[in-house]
């Protein structure tokens, strides 16, 4: 037996809600036997599953890509299988409910402290505004095609620096036209 790791997105991305960044956050699903590492939001909502602690969430450094999916995919196998073994979902008289054995939860605590301490993900949201801050290229009287190559290039640049932008490139190029 297994768990599927379904997601491994440790590359930070801007948080629609609050306009900043988004954040690393490990789950695991106990029953369905799958988890992962996704880029979350800072909403102020909790979904149903994991409010009722059906499905295990945890906020973790934004880890290294490789390093957190080489440790999903062998080291945190057992540890995983074992805090699903230790899990269970009971009626509390108004929600099925899921909760860890004793043992379960230690060993979920100590999966949280692996995944805390592997690599950083190197990977960095920059504000385009920012980056362009002393070099801004010159698009006036381009042509669309032209300002998608720029676009392209600096995306390209910035991709070999490990950044990735809250903004789509080409369209704030568009917008600095004129100005």
Same mark, same amino acid.
């Given at each position: !037996?297994?768990?599927?790791?379904? %997601?491994? $997105?440790?590359?930070?991305?801007?948080?629609?809600?609050?306009?900043?960044?988004?954040?690393?956050?490990?789950?695991?699903?106990?029953?369905?036997?799958?988890?992962?590492?996704?880029?979350?939001? $800072?909403?102020?909502?909790?979904?149903?599953?994991?409010?009722? =602690? $059906?499905?295990?969430? #945890?906020?973790?450094?934004?880890? &290294?890509?490789?390093?957190?999916?080489?440790?999903?995919?062998? %080291? /945190?196998?057992?540890? !995983?299988?074992?805090?699903?073994?230790?899990?269970?979902?009971?009626?509390?008289?108004?929600?099925?409910?899921?909760?860890?054995? %004793?043992?379960?939860?230690?060993?979920?605590?100590?999966?949280?402290?692996?995944?805390?301490?592997?690599?950083?993900?190197?990977?960095?949201?920059?504000?385009?505004? &920012?980056?362009?801050?002393? #070099? !801004?290229?010159?698009?006036?009287? $381009?042509?669309?095609? =032209?300002?998608?190559?720029?676009?392209?290039?600096? %995306?390209?640049? /910035?991709?070999? &620096?490990?950044?990735?932008?809250?903004?789509?490139?080409?369209?704030?190029?568009?917008?600095?036209?004129?100005?």
């Amino acid at each position: !037996m297994k768990i599927e790791i379904a %997601e491994v $997105r440790t590359i930070p991305e801007s948080d629609p809600y609050t306009g900043g960044t988004t954040h690393a956050e490990f789950w695991l699903s106990p029953q369905d036997l799958h988890g992962g590492i996704a880029q979350v939001c $800072r909403t102020g909502a909790t979904d149903a599953d994991v409010y009722h =602690n $059906r499905v295990l969430t #945890a906020d973790i450094p934004n880890p &290294d890509l490789d390093a957190a999916r080489d440790y999903l995919h062998k %080291e /945190a196998q057992e540890l !995983m299988l074992d805090v699903c073994a230790g899990h269970s979902i009971d009626w509390d008289g108004h929600n099925h409910v899921g909760t860890l054995t %004793e043992e379960a939860e230690l060993i979920w605590q100590i999966l949280i402290e692996n995944l805390s301490t592997l690599p950083e993900s190197p990977w960095q949201l920059w504000d385009l505004d &920012d980056y362009l801050q002393h #070099a !801004m290229p010159d698009t006036e009287g $381009r042509s669309d095609f =032209n300002i998608q190559a720029i676009a392209n290039k600096i %995306e390209s640049d /910035a991709y070999a &620096d490990h950044v990735v932008f809250s903004e789509d490139v080409f369209d704030y190029l568009k917008s600095q036209e004129g100005e």
